[in-house]
């Protein structure tokens, strides 16, 4: 409120464009009352603590025996179309209404008195001052100084609190339509900048489930819903990671069981993404299950639609979802699909090149019948150890390739070499010394296999610097290395050789905890014997069951 006016009612507030009307008043000598869409009046005009005795005019402002005058006033601007003339109370007082508008409903009125000497000559004035217990003669006297040489002119005074009226309100709505237009431009930089975040979301991350959660966790949080969800079918599109995956940011209204049934259902009945976007508690049993609507956008795949991008309950003043928001929703639906299709190419491509590593393995270990299956158990083991670690998904991934080609260098030694029964002579064990850099060299040229090459060249190194090839020790030794060592020399002794039978578990276990320090990580060693074996021991006893078919025929 301005110098002029003060509230007197906590639960109304002057508008900012009536407080800034009531200022203008000031400046033209006149008072003002605010009063709301029904006319009751809830801010009273007080005279300036700069006049001398100024309580006396505030009294009177503030009288009881007024107060119906001015009511009547502000009911009769609010309830006509145009502004009232100024209404003359008495000789030398008169009112002025003006009422604000939102749209083509009024909703408070400001009611300007202008008063002038004459006014204190009136009988009404004198009526007015007794029954607030006040002296006419200090009521003038504060309405002599307050004016000071002025006479509010009431005709002139209601054009002018015409035109500001008009003019403030203008000002108000521009206002409102700069910060309106300002919100939709951040959102749209932000919904941007988003979509920018998912590209590269989806270029840096080789676990597609996660990045699927990631891009759930930015939507949420750029858009005004309660909860978003990515819901796949079961047809995977060449991406089983994905297949009958739900990924969910944050609680719907409903349990998580039921909201994942309805979207499954929904996505079970349409094969083209074909189906309404906005759905709604009148047509959609998924809306009626949130109580709100639901914006539903189709993630296709090959023409078909393998998966569904949902949001729903939206928060902030505007229920209803906007065209914006679902045309970045169907945006980011877009990226998902993109995203899900490249996926599915180099799946197709990595499994093809897994296979054909796997091929060439075990070529290689099927040399001698007593290594059938070795290159796949140490993989197995060195991801299992990776997982033991708390390594991600893709590390883990590089652990296993890296086991599956630790050998791959045996392809350049001798096959009399390899499959030899007695002790080795110096000649011979010099060429077996070869092979992690003969795997290397071989393997370097190939970009992909670029996380899996130390591990090939170093898996023979020893934690002391005794090993080969390069005499590396302690933490020197890359990490995958020193793993790719363990669960190699826990599947030589634990198979049977051509120099010797398998070793029992308990031994096998005993010396690598006691080589820890020597030839392993001591931190490492202790983890590895901890590992669950079930799986290795299944999958020796089906390498040895073909090594034996090989070796009958």
């Known amino acids: 409120m301005t110098a002029s006016t003060t509230e007197i009612q906590a639960s109304a507030v002057a508008s900012s464009v009536q407080c800034a009307l009531a200022e203008r008043a000031s400046s033209l000598g006149l008072w003002c009352w605010h009063a709301d869409a029904t006319g009751r009046v809830f801010a009273e005009p007080e005279a300036p603590a700069a006049i001398r005795g100024a309580g006396a005019l505030g009294s009177w402002l503030r009288s009881a025996g007024l107060r119906p005058h001015i009511e009547s006033a502000a009911k009769a601007a609010l309830a006509g ?227 569904v991008l949902a949001a729903g309950n939206k928060t902030g003043p505007d229920p209803d979802a906007s065209s914006v928001e679902m045309q970045f929703l169907d945006a980011a639906a877009d990226f998902l699909g993109v995203f899900h299709e490249n996926l599915a190419r180099f799946t197709e491509q990595r499994d093809l090149f897994v296979g054909t590593l796997r091929a060439l393995t075990a070529s290689i270990d099927a040399k001698d019948p007593y290594t059938c299956g070795h290159s796949e158990r140490v993989a197995m083991l060195a991801s299992t150890m990776a997982e033991a670690m708390g390594l991600e998904r893709a590390e883990i991934e590089q652990f296993r390739i890296a086991g599956m080609v630790h050998d791959v260098g045996k392809i350049g030694v001798p096959e009399a070499v390899l499959c030899k029964g007695g002790k080795l002579s110096d000649e011979e064990f010099a060429h077996i010394r070869r092979h992690p850099e003969i795997g290397h060299g071989i393997l370097k040229g190939i970009p992909l296999m670029a996380p899996q090459l130390p591990g090939v060249l170093h898996h023979h190194e020893r934690w002391d610097g005794r090993g080969y090839p390069h005499n590396l020790a302690g933490e020197a030794i890359p990490v995958i290395a020193r793993v790719l060592a363990l669960a190699d020399t826990f599947d030589a002794m634990s198979s049977n050789r051509s120099y010797r039978h398998a070793l029992p578990r308990e031994r096998v276990l005993a010396e690598l905890e006691r080589c820890g320090g020597t030839q392993f990580d001591p931190k490492l060693a202790p983890i590895f014997v901890k590992l669950d074996f079930s799986r290795f021991d299944q999958m020796l006893v089906g390498h040895q069951a073909q090594a034996a078919i090989v070796a009958a025929a």
Not at 240 to 259: R, S, W, Y
């Open 81 to 307: 179309d145009a502004p009232p003339p100024p209404v003359e109370l008495f000789p030398g007082c008169w009112l002025i209404t003006l009422a604000e508008r939102k749209g083509s409903r009024r909703t408070n009125a400001t009611v300007a008195m202008a008063l002038t000497p004459l006014a204190a000559e009136q009988d009404d004035f004198t009526d007015i001052c007794r029954g607030a217990g006040v002296e006419p003669e200090a009521v003038a006297r504060d309405l002599s100084t307050w004016l000071a040489g002025r006479m509010p002119d009431a005709a002139q005074a209601a054009m002018v609190l015409g035109w500001s009226l008009n003019d403030l309100s203008r000002a108000e709505g521009d206002a409102a339509t700069l910060d309106q237009f300002s919100e939709k431009l951040v959102q749209s930089y932000e919904e941007t900048n988003l979509l920018f975040r998912l590209a590269r979301f989806m270029n840096g991350s080789n676990d597609p489930a996660q990045v699927m959660g990631m891009i759930c966790n930015q939507l949420a949080q750029a858009l005004p819903f309660q909860w978003v969800g990515i819901r796949f079918g079961k047809e995977h599109g060449g991406v089983p990671e994905l297949a009958d995956q739900f990924i969910l940011v944050n609680e719907p209204p409903c349990t998580k069981q039921e909201l994942d049934g309805e979207l499954t259902k929904m996505l079970g009945g349409i094969a083209h993404d074909d189906w309404t976007r906005l759905l709604t508690p009148a047509d959609s049993s998924l809306a009626r299950l949130v109580k709100s609507e639901v914006v539903a956008e189709p993630i296709a795949h090959g023409g078909k639609t393998i998966g």
